[in-house]
């Protein structure tokens, strides 16, 4: 097993991973599912179901959605979402039919990729990603780093399921034939690698898959950094800022979401996610996509007591739920009960500098706070807000317990809003420039000059005129 | 599992004390300025002059009655941002820059310039651009020249030999840091006399040392980073390395460094955070910066130690640096 | 247009668009000038004069002066009106003459007088320039006063120190000392002090406008 180097900045955080010693628990279906018609980036989905449908697992909702469980449409209405803003969507609420699903002819299964998102945080779609790689993947990276303390389902996959991982791994193999396929796990979690190290010798696929140790600094899991890392293994120059890794032929797909490709390779349907849950005790949790919130910890008796809440994800990227009612999704990794900390008074920014090495992408977040706070676009923009991966080490190192992250978060939705509606402006006036640009040609041509047409505006209509020919037919 | 051991997952105050070594809360960052001040406090007191602890204890005071008065006219509240400690820092910083004998009404006014003109017209703790005790220092040496250049000497050995008073009958001179009186010297003697003072007084670079430690032990336990300072010295170092190079009769580097103000100003003064610039590259440049305009002003100023008004022009361009320094994003 | 309160326009003038707290005009003078208590009340009067004098000028040739000429003619006014003042304090009060300097002549080049001729005189009957000439000459006047009253005794520890230069007394009047010279804020004497201290003046008069 070969090392990677550490990341520069970043944080050595306490290595917080619960539940990872017993196989995971599965939580019983529950009467409803609720999927909220919401895609990657909060991009609205449109229902291809209508209420009263029935549905079986693994049938399309929408476009990029699809059904955990068989059962009826009851309705398509606002719901409670897992978001840190705690608004609702409209969602699919699929009432489940509890009779058995009839058995599905696994051999004819195909790998229909238009169902998954990724499972890691941002919930890429799964098939586009494979898309922009296909044909000439040079590197699968398999990402298995989970290096936010108190989130242990990827561990927990690899402990217990590594198999069903390997198996999802080779499709993927396959699928995109790379020249090199790696799967990236921090050193410390030795029972996960022993665990599919074993796997692969009994899968035969050692020589297949190379396993990398990451150093356990967090963030060093975060898509960019680490395709940086592996790149850097590889000897090869660094992404440059403007490059996703799908431009270089890299394709770095989260270890939960590859074991989603197992399971619909074997049952039809990506319908199950582990879920890290931190009550009274911990253990990790099997549960069915859709799954309220609320009926997870009912099931395992954790529900949130006096002051407690129930936070969603981990202490750095998570976020406090505000509705139980809000249903666990490919996203979800983790839930916590507790209850939460009253948080420091926010003091003034005294410039000192603590964030600057901490932060993974290199970036100066006090002056990005600044800027944020000046609301300049431009500044923020020439400093690499967009760069922001909003990992929270700057919140760890601020002494004035400034939430930059918070600051960051709300401004790159804010510049990403302004591209837009700016795209559409200058979408808009090329339509209009285009459209005053024929009105006066038309106008040229109907309304006859005084004086006759010069020999050039004649030959130039002629050219004209020969080039449409010989474009239409 | 017990909530405590929960809590682990949700809380990021208890990540914050796990990174222990280098997080703390800006109150505790400014009680660990003032503690690193110490010693050289001590052998301040002990070698030079005991006024300067009641000249410490008056700015504190004053620092901290005229921050309470800003806070309460600002409407906000007082006694948080008392606690903050860094009024006492500045009322400390301002004490330590000025001659011990100086009239207690001239530093009260000098917390209250530094206080009120240089850090709360501006917005207070971490907006004010320049570095409130060296705005208090140069209004001061504008206002009072006589006593502000009102060092005394009578504990400092080594000058007291040098200048011919061994037995220490004057009670005091006038203009007599290490680096005034060199420069006093040197215009009247020439460079191979031994009364020229080829070394600052001893007990002055005891204090200087002391200055030295306490800014290690803040490096060391991570309260600065070495940019500025570093960059400071070299600099400095290198313009008099270059200037006695070419002039024979040029302040010595020994001198240079050791004393004045270059090595308390070094680790307590281009540190402030709040006026420096904030990145490495920028802390470097800044440091830099002020070594070159310190010697610039030495050597053809007209002011005996021009620390204060270098710190202070770079100060300004503080906003500059900040501009030009782009983040090499990863 | 012609029918403006004689009242309000004392207001103005003094008050609530005191041309140096409010409009922030004629700063060079300002701050320059105002460094007693003798030399501000000098500067204020000449530039009190040189405003009745131009503004009643302006107003009286309102209707002879053609739009396209009419900036080169108030000049011409305001400059032949300073260089007559400027000889007359040379022949009576060469010492007072001496200690403006510069910014004598230089009140040719204040925006505040040809602000008023501008922008009040040219439209308004002579009755009505003067009352503003006297209202917002006298607020210039007072401002400046009171900066150098400030800036005097924070400075030197005296009032009135010079007032000889005024009243044309052979010998030297010490005026009111209150302390000792060198326990003052030679800050406040100097050019940026001065900007201290319109600042401060600024920030302590705010709340009450």
Not at chain 1, 250 to 271: D, E, S, Y
Not at chain 2, 309 to 326: G, S
Not at chain 3, 164 to 177: F, M, Q, V, W, Y
């Given at each position: 097993?070969e090392t990677?180097p550490?990341?520069s ?5 306490p290595?917080?991973?619960p539940?990872?010693?017993h196989p ?10 609720v999927?909220?018609?919401?895609g990657?980036q909060g991009?609205a989905l449109?229902a291809?179901v209508?209420?009263g449908?029935h ?10 959605m ?15 979402t897992?978001h840190?803003?705690g ?8 009432d489940?039919d509890?009779?058995?699903?009839s ?8 790998l229909d990729l ?6 890691g945080?941002?919930?890429?779609s ?13 590197c699968l990276?398999?990402?298995a ?7 242990a ?16 791994i080779?499709a993927l193999?396959?699928?995109l034939q ?6 990236a ?7 996960a690698?022993?665990?599919f ?9 050692t ?11 967090y963030?060093?899991?975060?898509e960019?950094?680490?395709v940086?890392?592996v790149?850097k ?10 490059q ?17 490709v ?9 319908t ?7 009550a009274?005790e911990?253990?990790t949790?099997r549960v ?10 009912d ?9 407690q ?13 505000a509705?139980l ?5 490919t996203?979800?990794n ?8 009253p ?6 920014c005294?410039?000192?500098g ?17 800027l944020a706070q ?13 760069r922001?991966?909003t990992c929270g080490?700057?919140?760890i ?16 939705s ?5 591209a837009?509606t700016?795209?559409a402006?200058?979408?808009?006036e090329?339509l209009h ?9 038309d106008?040229?041509?109907?309304i006859p000059?005084?004086e006759?047409?010069t020999r ?7 050219s004209?005129?020969?080039?449409r020919?010989?474009?239409s037919g | ?6 809590r682990r ?7 914050r ?6 997080w703390?809360a800006t109150?505790?960052i ?5 503690l690193?001040?110490l010693p050289?406090?001590v052998?301040y007191?002990y070698?030079?002059d ?8 008056i700015?504190?005071i004053?620092a901290?009655?005229?921050e309470?008065?800003?806070?309460w ?6 006694t948080?941002?008392?606690g ?5 820092v500045t009322?400390?910083l301002l ?7 100086l009239?207690a009404w ?9 206080i009120?003109?240089?850090k709360?017209?501006f917005g207070?703790l ?6 409130p005790a ?6 001061l040496i504008v ?7 009102d ?12 200048l011919?008073d ?13 680096l005034?009186?060199?420069?006093a010297?040197a215009r009247?003697?020439t ?8 070394s600052?007084?001893t007990?002055?670079v005891?204090?200087?040392l002391a200055?030295?430690?306490?800014g ?15 960059a ?20 010595p580097?020994?001198?240079a460094l050791l ?9 307590f003064i281009v540190?402030?955070?709040v ?6 590259r920028?802390?470097?440049?800044f ?7 310190t010697?610039?002003i030495?050597?053809?100023g007209?002011w005996p130690?021009?620390?204060a008004?270098a710190?202070?022009?770079m100060?300004a361009a503080v906003?500059l ?5 782009r983040?090499r994003?990863? | 247009?012609?029918d ?14 005191n ?9 060079c003078?300002?701050l320059?000038v ?5 030399d501000?009340a000098?500067?204020g009067?000449?530039?009190?004069l ?8 302006v ?8 739009e ?8 011409l ?6 260089t007559?003042?400027?000889l007359l304090?040379a022949?009576?009060?060469?010492r007072?003459?001496e200690?403006?300097?510069?910014f ?7 925006c505040l ?7 009040f005189a040219?439209?308004?009957?002579p009755?009505?320039?003067t009352?503003d000439?006297?209202?917002?000459g006298a607020?210039f006047?007072?401002a400046?006063?009171a900066?150098g009253?400030v800036?005097e ?5 005296t ?5 000889d230069k ?14 000792a010279?060198e326990?003052?804020?030679v800050l406040a ?9 319109l600042g401060?003046?600024?920030?302590l008069?705010k709340?009450?406008?």
């Amino acid at each position: 097993m070969e090392t990677l180097p550490r990341i520069s900045g970043g944080m050595d955080l306490p290595r917080f991973k619960p539940g990872v010693q017993h196989p995971p628990v599965t939580i019983a279906l529950p009467a409803t599912l609720v999927f909220p018609l919401i895609g990657h980036q909060g991009r609205a989905l449109q229902a291809c179901v209508v209420a009263g449908e029935h549905v079986h697992a693994g049938q399309l909702l929408a476009p990029g959605m699809a059904a955990s469980a068989k059962g009826v449409v009851r309705a398509i209405e606002d719901h409670a979402t897992a978001h840190p803003s705690g608004m609702t969507a409209p969602s699919v609420i699929l009432d489940v039919d509890h009779t058995r699903e009839s058995a599905v002819d696994a051999s004819s299964a195909t790998l229909d990729l238009a169902g998954i998102v990724g499972h890691g945080g941002a919930g890429f779609s799964l098939s586009r990603k494979l898309s922009t790689v296909a044909d000439r993947c040079r590197c699968l990276i398999i990402n298995a780093a989970e290096c936010e303390p108190g989130i242990a389902c990827d561990e927990s996959l690899l402990c217990h399921d590594a198999g069903a991982v390997l198996e999802g791994i080779k499709a993927l193999i396959t699928y995109l034939q790379p020249e090199q396929c790696v799967l990236a796990i921090e050193s410390d979690k030795t029972h996960a690698i022993t665990s599919f190290e074993d796997a692969l010798k009994e899968g035969k696929a050692t020589g297949e898959i190379r396993v990398l140790a990451l150093h356990p600094t967090y963030p060093s899991g975060a898509e960019r950094l680490l395709v940086n890392q592996v790149l850097k293994w590889q000897g090869l120059e660094r992404l440059p800022s403007h490059q996703r890794p799908g431009d270089r032929g890299i394709a770095c797909i989260n270890v939960a979401t590859a074991h989603a490709v197992a399971q619909i390779l074997n049952t039809g349907a990506a319908t199950q996610r582990l879920v890290t849950v931190n009550a009274h005790e911990a253990c990790t949790a099997r549960v069915t996509l859709g799954t309220p919130v609320q009926h997870v910890l009912d099931v395992l008796g954790a529900l949130p007591v006096g002051a407690q809440r129930v936070r969603v994800g981990g202490p750095l990227s998570g976020f406090e739920l505000a509705d139980l009612a809000a249903p666990v999704l490919t996203t979800c990794n983790a839930l916590t009960v507790a209850t939460p900390v009253p948080e420091e008074p926010v003091l003034p920014c005294i410039r000192c500098g603590d964030c600057v090495p901490v932060c993974p992408m290199g970036l100066y977040p006090q002056q990005l706070f600044a800027l944020a706070q000046a609301q300049d676009s431009k500044g923020l923009q020439r400093k690499g807000i967009d760069r922001c991966i909003t990992c929270g080490c700057c919140d760890i190192a601020c002494p004035s317990f400034i939430n930059l992250t918070t600051h960051f978060r709300s401004a790159q939705s804010r510049l990403r809003e302004h591209a837009e509606t700016e795209r559409a402006a200058t979408h808009a006036e090329a339509l209009h420039e285009r459209h005053r640009e024929r009105v006066a040609r038309d106008e040229q041509r109907t309304i006859p000059g005084t004086e006759a047409p010069t020999r050039t505006a004649v030959s130039s209509a002629l050219s004209r005129a020969r080039a449409r020919r010989k474009r239409s037919g | 599992m017990s909530e405590q051991h929960t809590r682990r997952a949700v809380d990021i105050g208890l990540l914050r004390q796990s990174t222990g070594a280098t997080w703390r809360a800006t109150p505790v960052i400014m009680r660990q300025v003032i503690l690193a001040l110490l010693p050289g406090i001590v052998l301040y007191a002990y070698l030079i002059d005991a006024r300067v602890l009641l000249g410490l204890t008056i700015a504190v005071i004053a620092a901290l009655l005229f921050e309470a008065m800003v806070m309460w006219l600002r409407k906000r509240p007082v006694t948080s941002r008392l606690g903050d400690g860094s009024a006492a820092v500045t009322g400390v910083l301002l004490a330590l820059s000025v001659p011990p004998g100086l009239p207690a009404w001239q530093l009260i006014i000098g917390c209250g310039v530094a206080i009120l003109l240089a850090k709360h017209v501006f917005g207070g703790l971490g907006h004010n651009p320049f570095n409130p005790a060296m705005v208090a220092f140069a209004v001061l040496i504008v206002s009072f020249p006589v006593t502000m250049t009102d060092w005394p000497m009578t504990a400092d050995p080594v000058a007291r030999v040098a200048l011919g008073d061994p037995a220490g009958t004057w009670d005091a001179m006038t203009s007599q840091t290490p680096l005034d009186r060199y420069r006093a010297h040197a215009r009247i003697t020439t460079g191979d006399t031994v009364f020229t003072l080829s070394s600052p007084g001893t007990a002055w670079v005891v204090i200087a040392l002391a200055w030295l430690g306490g800014g290690l032990w803040l490096l060391w336990m991570r309260v600065i980073t070495w940019h500025a300072p570093v960059a400071l010295l070299v600099s400095l170092g290198t313009c008099h390395g270059l200037a006695t190079l070419i002039s024979p009769t040029a302040m010595p580097i020994g001198i240079a460094l050791l004393g004045g103000a270059t090595l308390f100003g070094a680790f307590f003064i281009v540190t402030d955070p709040v006026s420096g610039a904030a990145t490495p590259r920028g802390r470097l440049l800044f440091g830099a910066g002020v070594g070159v305009l310190t010697f610039l002003i030495r050597q053809f100023g007209s002011w005996p130690e021009g620390f204060a008004f270098a710190v202070l022009i770079m100060n300004a361009a503080v906003p500059l640096i900040d501009r030009l320094d782009r983040p090499r994003v990863r | 247009m012609t029918d403006i309160d004689t009242h309000a326009l004392i207001v103005d003038g003094l008050w609530r668009r005191n041309p140096a707290l409010v409009q922030l005009l004629g700063l060079c003078p300002l701050l320059a000038v105002s460094t007693s208590v003798v030399d501000a009340a000098a500067l204020g009067l000449a530039t009190l004069l040189t405003l009745l004098v131009a503004n009643l000028a302006v107003s009286l040739l309102r209707k002879h002066i053609s739009e396209a000429v009419r900036l080169p003619l108030q000049i011409l006014v305001i400059a032949g009106t300073v260089t007559l003042l400027e000889l007359l304090l040379a022949a009576w009060l060469p010492r007072l003459h001496e200690s403006l300097g510069i910014f004598l002549p230089l009140i040719v080049t204040n925006c505040l007088i040809l602000a008023r001729t501008e922008a009040f005189a040219r439209h308004h009957t002579p009755d009505r320039a003067t009352i503003d000439a006297l209202a917002t000459g006298a607020g210039f006047a007072l401002a400046l006063l009171a900066l150098g009253a400030v800036r005097e005794i924070v400075g030197q520890g005296t009032v009135f120190a010079g007032l000889d230069k005024l009243t044309g007394h052979t010998e030297a009047l010490p005026g009111i000392s209150l302390f000792a010279a060198e326990h003052g804020l030679v800050l406040a004497i100097l050019p940026p002090g001065a900007f201290i201290l319109l600042g401060l003046m600024l920030a302590l008069l705010k709340p009450g406008r």
